[in-house]
């Protein structure tokens, strides 16, 4: 077992690589967390959490035959792309292609580079998209949901965590949960549902305040309609006398 390094957030710049440090030692060691410990919620940063839900999206647009182009462009090797997982789930791997990425070079124009890599790939829709993308593009229509200013109780995570799948990492990302959170759960619970509950108690606790309105425009950036539809059943049976 390595010592696990401790991690001090002074600044953006440091905050941004000591987050990439733990992700990288992550790859390095073959997925397995080291020396895990419970994770604090003052140790929850949103340094780069615009920059990942950007990560995110492209990674869902992005063809699963480029893989290795992209891989090549961005990490100079193809190790990333030639897993099992990666045949699995596409756009998992190119999101954590982009994040390594970004670790790996703290400091450059990501968007610049990235809008380089497209335009030698002839996707100018990906940078056309990206130039237009903001959080505030998935805002699910308030008069479809339940009083959607109360917050979201517990209950309902239950009823989240029953009907996501693996596209839970994109409604974490959305709500600002950052990828070594993500990390560490993924590597402390084995089962797809318990990382999915954990994921969603640990935010709970992070945004004790979290509306139903932000947790559907979360669902409805990753494509879950259905869970909407799930929510809004229970909520209106919780309000009928």
């Known amino acids: 077992m390595l010592q696990q390094v401790k991690l001090e957030v002074l600044d953006e710049k440091k905050g941004r690589q000591s987050d990439c440090n733990r992700d990288l030692s992550k790859v390095v060691h073959g997925g397995q967390?080291?020396?895990?410990?419970?994770?604090?919620?003052?140790?929850?940063?949103?340094?780069?959490?615009?920059?990942?839900?950007?990560?995110?999206?492209l990674s869902r647009k992005l063809s699963p035959q480029d893989l290795l182009l992209v891989s090549v462009h961005l990490l100079g090797e193809t190790q990333m792309a030639e897993t099992s997982r990666s045949q699995s789930y596409p756009s998992e791997t190119y999101f954590r292609i982009l994040h390594t990425w970004r670790c790996k070079h703290p400091s450059i124009d990501h968007q610049g580079k990235l809008k380089e890599v497209f335009h030698s790939m002839e996707r100018q829709d990906l940078i056309d998209e990206m130039e237009g993308f903001?959080?505030?593009?998935?805002?699910?229509?308030?008069?479809?949901?339940?009083?959607?200013?109360?917050?979201?109780?517990?209950?309902?995570?239950?009823?989240?965590?029953?009907?996501?799948?693996?596209?839970?990492?994109?409604?974490?990302?959305?709500?600002?949960?950052?990828?070594?959170?993500?990390?560490?759960?993924e590597a402390d619970h084995s089962s797809i549902k318990e990382q999915i509950y954990e994921s969603l108690l640990y935010l709970k606790r992070l945004k004790p305040t979290l509306t139903r309105q932000t947790m559907c425009n979360a669902l409805f950036y990753a494509d879950h309609s259905d869970v909407i539809e799930n929510l809004n059943s229970k909520w209106k049976h919780r309000g009928i006398p």
């Open 134 to 185: 903001s959080r505030d593009q998935y805002i699910f229509n308030a008069s479809q949901i339940v009083e959607p200013e109360k917050q979201v109780e517990n209950s309902d995570l239950t009823t989240i965590a029953k009907n996501l799948g693996s596209r839970y990492y994109n409604v974490m990302r959305f709500l600002g949960i950052n990828q070594r959170t993500i990390d560490q759960i």
């Open 33 to 57: 967390s080291v020396n895990s410990k419970p994770l604090s919620m003052a140790n929850e940063t949103r340094v780069g959490g615009d920059l990942d839900l950007l990560f995110d999206f």
